[in-house]
């Protein structure tokens, strides 16, 4: 992918090598054969030292002598190898030991390559420069690999973006049909937020976390998308709703869920389209299993849903609709009381009642009653 005029676009003085050797002469014959080729160098007499000059600037590559006193040259690598922010250097061990057995220890600490004593110009050069060049190519292919990765999360940015606006257009349009619902999805978004928030700090489920709570707070007003699906005259219906009718209503919850997971096919990454499916999708499950569609229970029923079922129904509760009143407060806190471990999640329902102050409060702030 990279050839090598592209790879030796660096000259040779960007680079710089250290290298740790004990032996002064070793230093110097080194030295000069690299400083002749107008790389920069930098020496060190020990392990110890290396890694301290390391741990202050690293280099591009390093030749590191073997036996050395206090730390071997292996146990230099295998500590590169373990820092994160120098395990990319490569490492050419410098040995007058030709077995394989030590080539192949010097290879599992994470030494690239070995240079043998006594040195010849001509290995150390091109040793020195196909590892540095190895090293650019890594350097180059990750750059590439960067860039592309934010024109990939551009482009999936711009079409989930295209698809979102469709999707809230739907919700505004969904919510528009009564009049009484127009403040509905604002709510329950604070609301969904809040119980999350209260969640994360009881430690009651781990997966809710900061981006779970950032999520619902998304999500929660794609709950009742399947709505648009259903006709007016049985969602705007003033009175009781007929077995059949009943039947229409609850699917809204595939509805909504199977548009939703639809749009999110286009961007499979995207975590608050996911989540928006299933509270759509889950978002009538009851505690004991008698809700719909599918009929889970307790756990069961994703951490989500359950949020939104207390959220939903405390705001269906406080709100007037076309077929019900408005209950005050603590009459939408008795009713809610009795379905504890029936409808709401039992935990859930008490973080809500110790908090229930607070859902009033917002009810009346958003409802422009206060």
Known sequence: MYNSRIIQSRKNENFEVLIVDDNPQNLKVLSEILKRESYRVRTTTSGKLALKSLAMKPVDLILLDINMPELSGYEVAERLKADDALNEIPVILITA??????????????????????????????????????????????????NLEKMVNEKVLEITSAHLTTVFAMVELAESRDDDTGKHVKRIGEYCR???????????????????????????????????????????KPGKLTADEFEI???????GAEKLEAVSSVSPDNKFLQMGARIARYHHEKWDGSGYMAGLSETAIPIEARIMAIADVYDALRSKRIYKHAYIHDEALQIMREGRSKHFDPTLLDLFFKHADWFDLQYNRLSGKS
Not at 249 to 255: L, N
């Open 194 to 236: 809040k119980l999350s928030e209260l969640l994360r700090e009881s430690g009651y489920d781990l997966t809710v976390d900061d981006s779970f709570v950032h999520n619902i707070y998304i999500a929660s007003p794609l709950h009742d998308i399947g709505k648009i699906g259903i006709s007016d005259a049985i969602l705007l």
């Open 97 to 146: 030991l030709s077995s394989i057995e030590d080539k192949l220890k010097g290879f599992k600490t994470g030494a690239v390559d070995y240079i043998t004593k006594p040195f010849m110009l001509e290995e150390v050069l091109a040793r020195v420069d196909t590892h540095l060049k190895l090293k650019e190519a890594r350097r180059l292919l990750k750059m590439e690999n960067q």
């Open 249 to 255: 209503i609850k699917t809204h919850v595939v509805i």
